[in-house]
């Protein structure tokens, strides 16, 4: 029907920000806080806190309880972890949404890995602009996860991921360009992808980077001087990596 999909979509958020409204004064700052400080030590306080504003409604402190506990020991902290991950998905969270996607295609946490269960929570991630959901999507549909693999659909995650500038998908969109997989093939493209990737130091594209001048690949002249001083920032950047999505 007409209308549904934005109806919906006004509906989601209207409920988070009612949600959030639930959080009274307390600054996403300090929820941020409050979840480092039970991510880490599981600081009493910083746990108390944050339930007592889960139970009275506040989706921010949902999430962050849920990605704080879902990884600590024991099972039982896990278990709460998932349930205040499902409350704040339920409310629009897509970072909630996009935890439990990737538990539910990559195990853990006492999570049986289950694609279908985790496409439905990556696309409704990905619905509430989370880049990173578009990029295990690209994943998913890349490997053949939970269905047929499809090279175009995996490039088309990847395009709307890069544009969040996540190095994982402009290096993963640099090789299908490269390689013409799901994309026309455009050496041109797939080298500004890699170079935009190594401006974040990560480490694969930096690599690409370091042979294709090597080798002469990617319409470039070979430049051993150029090689080896990416060799210097390939070594740099396995200390500075940024974190997977």
């Known amino acids: 029907m007409p209308g549904t999909g934005l109806a919906l979509a006004i509906l989601v958020a209207l409920n ?137 659909a995996a490039a088309q995650y990847l395009q709307d991921a890069a544009r969040a500038e996540l190095p994982a998908a402009l290096f993963l969109l640099a090789n299908a360009y490269r390689n013409g997989d799901g994309v026309e093939h455009d050496e041109k493209r797939a080298l500004a992808l890699y170079r935009a990737a190594a401006e974040k130091d990560h480490p694969a594209s930096i690599q690409a980077l370091a042979m294709a001048y090597r080798d002469g690949e990617l319409g470039l002249a070979r430049d051993k001087e150029r090689y080896e001083n990416l060799l210097v920032e390939l070594a740099h950047s396995h200390r500075h990596a940024p974190p997977p999505p």
Not at 43 to 61: F, I
Request: aromatic share 4%; glycine share 10%.
């Open 16 to 152: 988070l920000l009612a949600c959030r409204s639930r959080c009274g004064e307390v600054e996403l700052a300090r929820i941020a806080q409050w979840q480092a400080m039970v991510t880490s030590v599981r600081e009493p306080l910083a746990l108390a806190s944050l339930r007592d504003l889960g139970h009275v409604g506040c989706v921010d402190a949902q999430r962050a309880l849920g990605i704080a506990l879902v990884e600590q020991e024991p099972a039982d902290l896990q278990r709460e972890g998932l349930a205040w991950l499902g409350r704040a998905a339920e409310h629009g969270s897509g970072e909630a949404e996009l935890v439990l996607g990737k538990l539910e295609m990559l195990g853990g946490s006492g999570v049986v890995v289950d694609y279908s269960r985790a496409a439905s929570h990556l696309r409704a991630a990905a619905n509430q602009h989370e880049p990173r959901a578009s990029y295990y999507l690209a994943l998913m549909a890349r490997n053949g996860y939970g269905q047929p693999a499809d090279v175009r």
